[in-house]
Nanobody, 132 residues
Framework: QVQLVESGGGLVQSGGSLRLSCLASGFTLDNWVIGWFRQAPGKEREGVSVFDSRTGDTVYADSVKGRFTISRDPTKNTVYLELNNLNYEDAAVYYC?????????????????????????WGKGTRVTVSS
């Protein structure tokens, strides 16, 4: 049974940092497209970062480029999202998701980021709150 469990969210001051984790079970994260998405209250869900675990291709939303970093630890079957220099616009519930579409290339990853292409499995999310 495929399962994704996010953790690491919490309350952080503006300018602070967090590291979110997404633990996968029921499958290994090899040869998958893996993404982080977020949804703030009253807003639509948006893509934050998507990467291909086989090729290493990675895309980020413009709003987080240079501040957020996605990575993977194969030994722990876990994907991370490092969040730095957080501001109030980053406050949201963050979700990880996967789809079996390795090799899509940067254009394909961008379409997953935008939501044009869907994802197969989703976690339940972890909340990030940013205080001033």
């Amino acid at each position: 049974q495929v399962q994704l469990v996010e953790s690491g969210g919490g309350l952080v001051q503006s300018g602070g940092s967090l590291r979110l984790s997404c633990l996968a079970s029921g499958f290994t994260l090899d040869n998958w497209v893996i993404g982080w998405f977020r949804q703030a209250p009253g807003k639509e869900r948006e893509g934050v970062s998507v990467f291909d675990s086989r090729t290493g291709d990675t895309v980020y939303a413009d709003s987080v480029k240079g501040r957020f970093t996605i990575s993977r630890d194969p030994t722990k079957n876990t994907v991370y999202l490092e969040l730095n220099n957080l501001n109030y616009e980053d406050a949201a519930v963050y979700y990880c998701a996967v789809v079996s579409r390795s090799g899509a290339g940067l254009e394909g990853l961008s379409r997953h980021l935008s939501g044009y292409y869907g994802m197969d499995y989703w976690g339940k999310g972890t909340r990030v709150t940013v205080s001033s």
